[in-house]
């Protein structure tokens, strides 16, 4: 298993809990960490399959060689930051394209 594919998989396990349980995260091709990051949002009974606003989540390609304990540790309160000022309702309905946010992470 490479660096990068390590670290993916530690990110997404260190961060998913942060998120709703229904948390769909799923990691895109690029050279750097991209991370697709939306959920159910359960909040209109006329619209039960609407989603939250997707978050593209970024960590650089120059961070995943750098990555140890350090910038780990501070992995977490940079989400939970982000998380608490991110407003997932995007105002549409389940059949129009999801709003997109997109997050880098710079340690």
């Given at each position: 298993?490479?660096?990068?594919?390590?670290v993916e998989e530690y990110c997404?396990?260190?961060?998913?809990?942060?998120?709703?349980?229904?948390?769909?995260?799923?990691?895109?091709?690029?050279?750097?960490?991209?991370l697709q990051i939306n959920w159910?949002?359960?909040?209109?009974?006329?619209?039960?399959?609407?989603?939250?606003?997707?978050?593209?989540?970024?960590?650089?390609?120059?961070?995943?060689?750098?990555?140890?304990?350090?910038?780990?540790?501070?992995?977490?309160?940079?989400?939970?930051?982000?998380?608490?000022?991110?407003?997932?309702?995007?105002?549409?309905?389940?059949?129009?394209?999801?709003?997109?946010?997109?997050?880098?992470?710079?340690?």
């Open positions: 298993m490479n660096k990068k594919t390590m997404i396990n260190v961060i998913k809990p942060i998120f709703p349980d229904n948390v769909d995260i799923k990691p895109l091709t690029s050279d750097n960490i991209v159910l949002l359960n909040t209109d009974k006329s619209d039960p399959n609407k989603r939250s606003k997707t978050i593209v989540f970024t960590i650089p390609k120059d961070c995943i060689e750098d990555f140890g304990p350090k910038i780990g540790a501070r992995l977490v309160p940079f989400v939970q930051n982000l998380l608490s000022q991110f407003n997932p309702e995007d105002g549409t309905s389940s059949d129009i394209s999801d709003p997109i946010e997109r997050w880098i992470f710079y340690p």
